[in-house]
């Protein structure tokens, strides 16, 4: 591997820097904020030569060690569900592309060209300084409706649903990634509309994503509290249904005991309290053997 120049290794620094302030931006971490800023930078050295020891220029096989690293990295930092993890990761990989086409589109093609072949670029600080600021503009975009939809990501949806959504970005990535290997060779020259057009349909596409899943989030959150109601609802006319049914036996028994009462106060007027008196046995035997028969139901 050729010696990188010093302005190379300080703008990875830098982009690899922020690209873990945005993640810290949506993830809870697993550690104090001096802890994770120190791992953070420990852990640049080997993303940095995993990256380059490979190749000068972008390759897919170079991008998936990159976005697998970060993803490692992010996963042992911050805490969370493994899924939605991965899920930023990529997102910050592909606003990681973004940012070298629009850098692209700002550098004359006849320059880029020239630059690609000789790895010398006239004005290499300011370019660098460009590409650097379209990433964090892109990663505050990132960061902005990532923190809208946060509370969402952390509620309803299943792994399952997630698990599908990881499929966009990581197919975008890898089409980026192969859009852009021709134009790091040096071998294509990329019109600037065209690029402005694949980074809008970008950026669109990952809105759609972001939406797509806040209702599918929402909808499935709604369905959750939809069955925790219907539960409630079925355990309280449950509870109704045994009061009514006590309600009914209690009223079942007074007209009864009315009723008994009447006839032992009609015996007794009549002048039959012997015959009062076996009624009232007769009733107390039956009351008995109801309960006995009860008690051993």
Known sequence: MARMPIQVVIANFICYCMWFAALGLLLPRKYPVLHTVFFVLLSFF???????????????????????????????????????????????????????????????????????????????????????????????????????LGRLHSRAAGSGQTLLFLLFPLSQLLLLAGLFLPLSRGGLLVRPQVILLAV???????????????????????????RLLEGQISAQSAYYKALAGQYE???????????????????IADGEPEEAARYAAALAQTEQAALLEEEEV
């Open 200 to 226: 809008l349909f970008c950026a669109l596409a990952d809105l759609g994503l972001a939406v797509a899943m806040h209702f599918i989030f929402r909808a499935a959150e709604l369905q959750a509290r939809n």
């Open 46 to 148: 080997p993303y940095f030569f995993l990256t380059t020891a490979l190749s000068d220029n972008i390759t897919v096989l170079r991008l998936l060690l990159g976005t697998g690293f970060v993803a490692l990295t992010a996963l042992l930092l911050y805490r969370g569900r493994w899924y939605l993890k991965l899920l930023l990761v990529f997102l910050v990989m592909v606003v990681m592309l973004l940012s070298e086409y629009l850098t692209a589109v700002i550098v004359p093609p006849e320059q880029l060209q020239s630059g690609i072949r000789s790895g010398r670029y006239e004005y290499q600080a300011l370019w660098y300084a460009l590409y650097l600021f379209c990433q964090a503009l892109l990663l505050a975009g990132l960061v902005l409706v990532g923190r809208v």
């Open 249 to 267: 036996q209690l009223r079942r028994l007074r007209h009864d005991l009315d009723n008994h009462l009447y006839t032992i106060r009609i015996l």
